[in-house]
Structures are given as structure tokens and as C-alpha cells.
């Protein structure tokens, strides 16, 4: 069943059955459809006015790089509709450390005279900073997630564990959900345990890797296989059924799924897939 303009209809629908009563190749659990599954791009690869032709989500890149301003920021939210939801990634300044390639794209006047005190969730004024700023501009936004992209480099280790657990002890979230993609190779179990002692959604791209924890499920889809030329891959009918098969049995545990879509053909793969879901 396939409807049109879908994601701009809105139903208050309580059900009392489960997922599983209905065929969800056939009929996708319609209403639960609409409610639970968020698709989108990480980024906007064609202007903005076409995206939210077509679109409700977008995960915004920008603001890992350098943050815009809080008039830029409340331009964002004016120009979109009022039903359009932005994700962001938090700022670099929090994850990375300055030495990554990644800060070559900013003015290195943000980073003062003491660089080196940015990045790994380090205990540090600079990072606190880093996040109360990354939060305003949420705020301005109406962002109800934040992900934080941790580098290859961000490895498990005592003092990396320490810098986590201060650091999520510690800062502001007013009711947003947090976000924690692990880029690098980690012990299932350490994700599990601190997604669970500090109320983390744990990103993953489920080509690649199993969620540990979270209420909701937030997939960042980098491309397949993993390695150099991954961005450049096109999603093909067998990798949307894999897809349409992990969010069936997320629908069937009633959480809601955000699909990000990071490759090069973001746009074209975004719409397919949306489509292969019955949400056009």
C-alpha cells in the first residue's frame, strides 16, 4: 500500500497489537510506519527548498565542522517547515583532537592559544565550552538528538572511559537525546554499560556492526562494504530488504528508527528506500 505525501499526514492512533499481526512486507503496519520510522540525509545534497519537498529529517553536517552563528541557526528553523525535525552532529571541538585533518576546514582563531585542550571528551573548560555552544544552537534548532562522531583514533582505554563518564555526569541535556557513534573497535560490552549508566542511543551502521543500547534506533548508513571506496556505494534492492528487515524488528519492540543516509548518493538512495518502505 503506498501513500501519497505520507509524511505530512498526521494521526493520533493508539494500538493495542503488536506489528507482528500484520504481514510488514505487504502492509508495513501503516500508521506505525509514520510514527516510527525517520528517513533522511546527513546533509542537505540538493537545496533546501527541494529537500523538504521530500524529506522531514535531516541529520545537519555543518556544525560538527564549526558552529553557524544563532542568527544563521534561527534561519535554518524559520526556513523549514514547521514539521521538518533537525539532528545534528555536536561540534568537533568535543570529539576530535585538534590535530585531526577534519579542523583544517575552520578558522584556527576558534581553537585559541590552547588547542590542545579540545577533543576525547577531555575534562577541560574548552570542551564544556564547546558543548553548552553545540547545545544553543540545538536549542535555536528545536533538536531533539544530538550525535556525537568519535574518530578512529577515540579508542577504549581507562582514560578515555574517565573522560566519558565525566563528561556525560556533568553537561546539560534538557530532555535531548545523545547519540554516540564508535568508529574504532570497542568491547560490545563497555558500549552496552555506558550507553546504559548514561542514557546513550548507541549509532551504528547496521551493514557493519550490532546496536548495544538504546530506546530508539539511529543508523548511519556510510556506504558497503567498509573501506576506502564505501561512500561511493550504491544501495542496491538486497541491501534495502536487509534494511526493511532490522527495522521490522525494531517496529516489533516499538522503537522508533531514524535511517541517515552519509554515501555520495545520499539523495537518490534516501528517496529508493522510502519508497521500497511504502513511504512516498
Known amino acids: 500500500m503506498k501513500i501519497k505525501n505520507f509524511e505530512k ?3 493520533n492512533i493508539v494500538f493495542n497489537f503488536p506489528c507482528s499481526y500484520f504481514s510488514i512486507n505487504k502492509f508495513k503496519c501503516l500508521f506505525t510506519l509514520f510514527e516510527m520510522i525517520h528517513i533522511g540525509c546527513c546533509g542537505f545534497r540538493v537545496s533546501r527548498q527541494k529537500y523538504f519537498k521530500e524529506f522531514r529529517l535531516v541529520e545537519v553536517q555543518r556544525t560538527f565542522y564549526q558552529l553557524p552563528g544563532m542568527v544563521t541557526a534561527a534561519k535554518w ?15 568537533q571541538g568535543i570529539t576530535h583532537l585538534s590535530s585531526s585533518p577534519t579542523y583544517h576546514r575552520i578558522n584556527q582563531d576558534v581553537l585559541g592559544q ?4 579540545y577533543g576525547h571528551f577531555q575534562s577541560t573548560d574548552e570542551v564544556f565550552r564547546a558543548w553548552e555552544d ?8 528545536a533538536t531533539k538528538i544530538i550525535v556525537f562522531q568519535c574518530p578512529p583514533n577515540f579508542k577504549e582505554n581507562n582514560q578515555i572511559l574517565s573522560n566519558l563518564a565525566n563528561f556525560f555526569h556533568y553537561i546539560r541535556r534538557n530532555g535531548v537525546t545523545l547519540v554516540l557513534e564508535l568508529r574504532a573497535e570497542w568491547n560490545p560490552e563497555t558500549i552496552k554499560t555506558l550507553c546504559q549508566k548514561f542514557n546513550l542511543i548507541h549509532c551504528v551502521d547496521p551493514f557493519r556492526n550490532e546496536c548495544q543500547y538504546g530506546h530508539i534506533r539511529y543508523f548511519r548508513l556510510h556506504g558497503f562494504p567498509p573501506g576506502n571506496k564505501m561512500y561511493r556505494y550504491q544501495y542496491q534492492k538486497e541491501d ?6 532490522k527495522i521490522s524488528e525494531d517496529l516489533k519492540q516499538k522503537r522508533e528508527v531514524y535511517c541517515l543516509f552519509n554515501n555520495f548518493s545520499m539523495w537518490d538512495d534516501a528517496r529508493a528506500f522510502r519508497k521500497w518502505m511504502k513511504i512516498i
Open 77 to 91: 528553523r524559520e526556513s523549514a517547515p514547521t514539521d521538518f525535525e533537525y539532528t545534528l552532529k555536536a561540534w
Open 114 to 117: 590552547h588547542p590542545e585542550r
Open 240 to 245: 534495502f530488504q536487509f534494511l526493511d528487515n
Open 134 to 141: 553545540t547545545f544553543q544552537i540545538a536549542q535555536t534548532l
Open 9 to 11: 499526514i498526521r494521526f
